[in-house]
């Protein structure tokens, strides 16, 4: 079964209208019907009770609706969070800082990345000053963060300070 199938029951077991549902989904009706028809195959059940004037659920297709409601919103969630995942928004991202950064500004720079990256859990790091890589030895305070696997790391100036 696909998502899309999925989806397609839950408009129409929201609209119990084959006509009003396809419109809903920007479809015409008989690949909706088809979906369907195809969906209580696989199921080995009747979905809705259909006849020229009416369509109904069945009672596989009233248990099946509020799984299938929370199914869609679990795969929609999924979606969102690979998709800022991959664009950068929202993970995990560590910070190596020294003691003396606590005086120049660096809680600032860190709330203002806070502020606009709430999906991204910042994680601080206290270190030495060489224990740092050479990239964040320069005199600037720079972030760097890991992206999926096989894409490279992006790295962004959050502010400026006299390190």
Do not use: W
């Not at 006849?51 to 795969?75: D, S």
Request: with cysteine.
């Amino acid at each position: 079964m696909e998502m899309r199938q999925l989806k397609y029951f839950v408009v129409l077991a929201e609209e119990l209208h084959f006509h009003r549902a396809a419109a809903r989904l920007s479809i015409s009706q008989p690949p909706l019907s088809s979906a369907i028809k195809q969906m209580e195959t696989e199921l080995d059940t009747l979905l809705f009770e259909r006849n020229t004037k009416t369509v109904a659920l069945t009672a596989a297709g009233r248990a099946l609706y509020p799984q299938a409601v929370r199914t869609l919103a679990q795969f929609e969630l999924a979606c969102t969070v690979a998709r800022r995942t991959g664009g950068g928004v929202l993970g995990q991202l560590r910070l190596g800082y020294t003691g003396g950064m606590l005086l120049r500004g660096a809680p600032q720079m860190v709330h203002g990345f806070e502020s606009a990256q709430p999906g991204v859990e910042l994680r601080l790091e206290k270190g030495r000053r060489r224990s740092r890589p050479a990239a964040l030895r320069r005199p600037c305070a720079r972030l760097e963060a890991a992206g999926p696997p096989g894409r490279p790391a992006r790295s962004a100036l959050i502010g400026n300070t006299d390190l």
